[in-house]
């Protein structure tokens, strides 16, 4: 007859593809119950995977068959995503566990475009997702969602209510103005006015809150990086030197008020033609790898200058909603779902469980 420990033994043979080890050392093993021949356990992961959920449970399962003595298993998969620290000072927004700020030096490399495809992403693996567009001078989600024109809600007069598209929330300044019409305002004014969309809006129990940064690294973004909670922040660059030269400046900027960078992402890494399938590396090739080996952080993935990107956002249908089973949206989803492993290995948050001391005059 098996017992636990050769069960247990068994399961450390198991690598989860997405973190490089084993369930048993990721504490992802719970429940595991013996009743004569038939293993039971749930597996649990604390990040979102759920296209992976049937291979997981099938690798379980076969490593557990394996054993002598059991001829059946009941493998469960559940996903637990938890609140982990932010910069020091900061606590985590009500409503929203985990902040990931994706940014990038300069405009044009496609960072509005990664981030709201990583939000649909991370959606698709099973969590619950927000984006807040921070860009107030040229806020772009409202057309990339297919929501512009429409107004969010106010059932207070005093906060607002998120949009919703392909489902996650979402909120930019672009719900609440004409879309023609210029933010000619100071920093102070944007920094004020982000604030109060960030802490206004009603998020709706996240386990993720993308915010996709403007362009840039001078005092508003500094100043979005000192007051915003951020779990960890992406990268967004071109191969192109001189997107890179800017990735680096934004990669500093979050070093200096401790925000980690979980990685980088290598868009438009080559050309694919539309017509022949040839691959062409038009803005170079190897700066990512080269930057996040310089940097010693990972390079999260590479993603391809496709027109069917720009076609999907400009019909508000991201790629990841418009072709959920495609090549492009598989290497979205990887990426989201290293981001998410890379989040997950951070230390826990823990300021909402403890005890709330209040001093009254009695």
Same mark, same amino acid.
């Given at each position: 007859?098996?017992?636990?420990?050769?069960?247990?033994?068994?399961?450390?043979?198991?690598?989860? !593809?997405? #973190?490089?080890?084993?369930?048993?050392?990721?504490?992802?093993?719970?429940?595991?119950?013996?009743?004569?021949?038939?293993? !039971?356990?749930?597996?649990?992961?604390?990040?979102?995977?759920?296209?992976?959920?049937?291979?997981?449970?099938?690798?379980?399962?076969?490593?557990?068959?394996?054993?002598?003595?059991?001829?059946?298993? *009941?493998?469960?998969?559940?996903?637990?995503?938890?609140?982990?620290?932010? /910069?020091?000072?900061?606590?985590?927004?009500?409503?929203?566990?985990?902040?990931?700020?994706?940014? !990038?030096?300069?405009?044009?490399?496609?960072?509005?475009? &990664?981030?709201?495809?990583?939000?649909?992403?991370?959606?698709?693996?099973?969590?619950?997702?927000?984006?807040? *567009?921070?860009?107030?001078?040229?806020?772009?989600?409202?057309?990339?969602?297919?929501?512009?024109?429409?107004?969010?809600?106010?059932?207070?007069?005093? !906060?607002?209510?998120?949009?919703?598209?392909?489902?996650? /929330?979402?909120?930019?300044?672009?719900?609440?103005?004409?879309?023609?019409?210029?933010?000619? =305002?100071?920093? $102070?004014?944007? &920094?004020?006015?982000?604030? /109060?969309?960030?802490? *206004? &809006?009603? =998020?709706?129990?996240?386990?993720?809150?993308?915010?996709?940064?403007?362009?840039? &690294?001078?005092?508003?973004?500094?100043?979005?990086?000192?007051?915003?909670?951020? #779990?960890?922040?992406?990268?967004?660059?071109?191969? /192109?030197?001189?997107?890179?030269?800017?990735?680096?400046?934004?990669?500093?900027?979050?070093?200096?008020?401790?925000?980690?960078?979980?990685?980088?992402?290598?868009?438009?890494?080559?050309?694919?033609?539309?017509?022949?399938?040839?691959?062409?590396?038009?803005?170079?090739?190897?700066?990512?790898?080269?930057?996040?080996?310089?940097?010693?952080? *990972?390079?999260?993935?590479?993603?391809?200058?496709?027109?069917?990107?720009?076609?999907?956002?400009?019909?508000?249908? $991201?790629?990841?909603?418009?072709?959920?089973?495609?090549?492009?949206?598989?290497?979205?989803?990887?990426?989201?779902?290293?981001?998410?492993?890379?989040?997950?290995?951070?230390?826990?948050?823990?300021?909402?469980?403890?005890?709330?001391?209040?001093?009254?005059?009695?």
């Amino acid at each position: 007859m098996a017992t636990l420990d050769e069960l247990n033994k068994a399961l450390a043979g198991c690598i989860d !593809s997405d #973190t490089g080890r084993d369930f048993v050392a990721m504490k992802a093993v719970r429940n595991m119950a013996l009743e004569g021949a038939k293993a !039971s356990l749930t597996i649990v992961l604390p990040y979102p995977a759920q296209s992976r959920h049937a291979e997981i449970a099938k690798q379980v399962e076969t490593a557990l068959l394996a054993v002598a003595g059991v001829s059946q298993v *009941d493998v469960k998969m559940e996903t637990r995503i938890e609140a982990h620290t932010v /910069q020091r000072g900061l606590t985590p927004l009500p409503g929203v566990k985990n902040v990931i700020a994706v940014a !990038s030096g300069k405009g044009g490399v496609g960072k509005s475009t &990664t981030a709201v495809n990583l939000a649909l992403a991370l959606a698709a693996e099973g969590a619950r997702v927000g984006i807040l *567009d921070a860009d107030i001078y040229g806020p772009s989600q409202p057309l990339m969602l297919g929501l512009q024109g429409e107004k969010p809600e106010s059932p207070d007069g005093k !906060s607002i209510l998120p949009m919703r598209a392909h489902g996650i /929330q979402a909120m930019s300044i672009g719900f609440l103005i004409d879309a023609e019409q210029p933010m000619v =305002w100071r920093g $102070p004014m944007v &920094t004020q006015a982000l604030m /109060q969309l960030l802490n *206004d &809006t009603r =998020w709706d129990n996240l386990d993720y809150l993308l915010v996709d940064l403007p362009p840039g &690294t001078g005092d508003i973004q500094l100043t979005l990086s000192q007051k915003v909670p951020v #779990t960890g922040a992406v990268i967004v660059t071109t191969p /192109q030197d001189i997107a890179l030269l800017d990735a680096r400046k934004g990669l500093k900027m979050f070093e200096k008020v401790g925000v980690p960078v979980t990685g980088i992402v290598e868009n438009m890494a080559m050309h694919i033609c539309s017509q022949c399938g040839h691959v062409e590396a038009i803005f170079g090739e190897g700066g990512g790898n080269r930057m996040a080996q310089e940097y010693q952080i *990972d390079l999260l993935g590479q993603l391809p200058l496709e027109m069917s990107i720009r076609l999907a956002t400009d019909t508000g249908k $991201p790629t990841v909603a418009a072709e959920p089973d495609g090549k492009v949206a598989a290497i979205y989803k990887a990426i989201a779902r290293k981001v998410a492993v890379k989040i997950g290995e951070k230390a826990k948050d823990f300021s909402s469980r403890m005890p709330k001391i209040v001093v009254q005059n009695t």
